[in-house]
């Protein structure tokens, strides 16, 4: 089922039109047409293998698609290089955190700042424009204290803001996070969330994986719901959740 869009002239910030992602037999995602607002915040959510991660892999250019095309502000797309998305407005970042281990947690950050490939904007900048830039994303995802730490020597939790830091070093209009929260507790939890919050204030496009349905009853405005890699319900947070599809598909127990 797809409920009515709360308001059918929404603008758009990314579509996909009948997009596949095929593993072998496996289709993660399965002819996919789907549309994301441009204002507010979308949360994914499906069962595990529904094809939530699959999706963001291939809108940020990870994974090549098998057919179908990316819609990114008007621009159409058959293929998505992972390296040109900050050029598209979007960054991202990723479940399974990707971190240098080797390099302290201020040096993850500065290397996404003068990352001229990610961030063509910042060439004309000063490095202390820069380091300002990296200390107020520490401070911003409390790790400022730990800057000096290897990356490999943080906690899980750490890691995982360490990881949305990296994301948000890159200032653009939309942001995709695939499961920020798992795992947090609940003060990480709470800093995570007023990121995303504060990313929704100053107008940006957040596409959100959870499966937490707290979190998804709370933050969001709108749900996208997958299922096998296809379209089970999409639109307004209450409407969805409350459709006898979704409640059948994985929500009733
Ligand atoms: N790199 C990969 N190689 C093979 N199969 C994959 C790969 N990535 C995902 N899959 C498969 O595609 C399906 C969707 O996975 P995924 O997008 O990770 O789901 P979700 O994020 O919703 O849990 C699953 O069946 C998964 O096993
Ligand atoms: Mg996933």
Redesign the pocket.
């Known amino acids: 089922m797809t409920t009515a869009p709360s308001d059918p002239i929404e603008p758009i910030a990314l579509e996909t039109q009948e997009i596949s992602k095929h593993?072998?037999a496996?289709r993660?995602l399965d002819q996919l047409s789907v549309a994301i607002p441009k204002k507010g915040m979308t949360s994914i959510v499906?069962?595990?293998?529904?094809?939530?991660?699959?999706?963001i892999n291939v809108l940020s250019g990870v994974?090549p698609l098998d057919g179908g095309i990316v819609i990114i502000d008007g621009l159409g797309l058959r293929v998505v290089k992972a390296h040109q998305t900050p050029s598209h407005g979007m960054t991202r970042s990723f479940?399974e955190v990707r971190l240098f281990d080797q390099i302290s947690v201020w040096d993850n950050i500065m290397a996404v700042l003068t990352d001229r490939r990610l961030n063509p904007a910042m060439l004309e900048r000063s490095r202390p424009r820069y380091k300002e830039k990296a200390k107020s994303i520490l401070e911003r995802v409390g790790m400022w204290e730990k800057r000096d730490s290897l990356a490999m020597d943080l906690s899980y939790g750490q890691r995982k803001l360490l990881e949305i830091g990296r994301a948000i070093a890159l200032d653009v209009n939309i942001y995709l996070f695939d499961e920020p929260f798992a795992g947090l507790f609940p003060q990480m939890l709470e800093r995570a969330k007023a990121i995303m919050n504060d990313l929704r204030d100053r107008g940006r496009t957040i596409i959100l994986?959870s499966h937490n349905m707290d979190i998804v009853r709370e933050l969001p405005d709108h749900l996208v719901v997958?299922d096998s890699?296809a379209l089970l319900a999409e639109g307004n947070v209450e409407e969805v959740l409350n459709s006898p599809e979704v409640i059948d598909a994985y929500l009733g127990t």
């Open positions: 593993f072998g496996v993660a499906g069962p595990n293998g529904s094809g939530k991660s699959t999706l994974l479940q994986i997958l890699g």
